[in-house]
């Protein structure tokens, strides 16, 4: 077996790039496996990629497509030295040191690993809301809610999180309709209190969303109602969908802390998981704030985290 490497970085999105630039530049000369272009979890660039414009990442004062923002992210980390390996991690080892990473049927040794494989949003499935995602269709209305400045918008969900989505947006949106596929919410009761206080809030009960409507951006959706099977059609521009995330951690599973909800435990302030000399940041740790600004932030983190950690020990 080849010396082990000095730390391979576990997906590349925003938190797993800045990690790579961190360590880079710390001469720790660091492998990113990228994940694959045919994947949806873990596709190089992570939920950037599926985005157009992003305006709130800070230093760009006119915008920036997300996928132009990755290929930065990813070309400074080339530049400091950073190596890429665009495949998908099968299995990991972290039973002993160094840990084991396995990859096309080969595996790779690393004294300290980060984990930044991300989360995803959860979807309808459907074609249209696919081919239309970035073009009216969104999963992040932080993210997005600014471009829809006086039009009619449409949330997804009845949790806590689609109920702050909803509030959120009727800062910009002439209208806010509310689907939820059953009569009661599950969010919390503060959130329900809140949402149906304001005047902007619409709600679609028993409903679910048959299709979108839409060629080159959203144009409206298809309803159709629970009870009857009756289909409707609802005259939005703006769709959001927000039925949940869930963190690409199946791989860690056994070996890594996890929350109830899958996201990775990581201790105080820290990166430090419950495997010394493993490394967690980014979405995959964070299902409060879920930004691209954050997700880097965390990156740096734990790089930092890893350099600390590697120096201690005895080589």
């Known amino acids: 077996m080849s010396e082990p490497r000095e730390v391979v970085i576990i997906g ?7 990690a790579a630039v961190y360590a880079a530049r710390a001469n720790l000369h660091p492998l990113v496996i990228e994940g694959e272009p045919s994947s949806t979890s873990d596709q190089p660039g992570g939920q950037l990629m599926l985005t157009t414009e992003v305006e709130n990442y800070p230093g760009f004062v006119d ?23 665009t495949h998908k991690v099968s299995e990991v080892d972290f039973s002993g040191t160094p840990h084991k990473i396995v990859v096309n049927n080969e595996e790779i040794s690393a004294r300290a690993v980060i984990v930044a494989t991300g989360a995803r949003a959860l979807t309808l499935g459907l074609e249209n809301e696919r081919r239309l995602m970035g073009h009216g269709v969104s999963t992040c209305a932080t993210c997005d809610g600014f471009f829809f400045r006086g039009h009619h918008i449409a949330v997804v969900g009845g949790g806590d999180s689609a109920l702050e989505e909803a509030n959120f947006l009727t800062k910009f949106g002439e209208t806010v309709t509310l689907i939820h596929r059953r009569k009661e919410l599950r969010a919390s009761k503060i ?9 902007k809030i619409d709600f679609r009960w028993d409903s679910t969303v048959e299709d979108v409507l839409g060629d080159t ?3 409206g959706l298809v309803l159709k109602d629970v009870n009857t099977g009756e289909t409707s059609t609802l005259d939005v521009s703006g769709v959001f969908v927000a039925i949940g995330h869930v963190p690409n951690t199946d791989l860690f599973k056994g070996w890594l802390d996890m929350e109830d909800n899958g996201y990775l435990i990581t201790k105080g302030r820290s990166t430090y998981t419950n495997i010394d000399g493993v490394f967690a940041c980014g979405d995959v740790q964070d299902h409060t704030y879920r930004q691209a600004v954050t997700a880097a932030g965390s990156g740096c983190s734990a790089a930092i985290d890893a350099e600390r950690w590697l120096e201690a020990q005895p080589h």
């Open 12 to 18: 590349s999105g925003p938190a797993g790039l800045t």
């Open 63 to 85: 915008g920036i497509m997300g996928p132009d923002l990755m290929h930065a992210f990813r070309a400074q980390a080339a530049r400091f030295g950073a190596e890429f390996l």
């Open 191 to 199: 959130m329900q209190d809140r949402a149906f206080a304001n005047p």
């Open 217 to 219: 951006s959203v144009q």
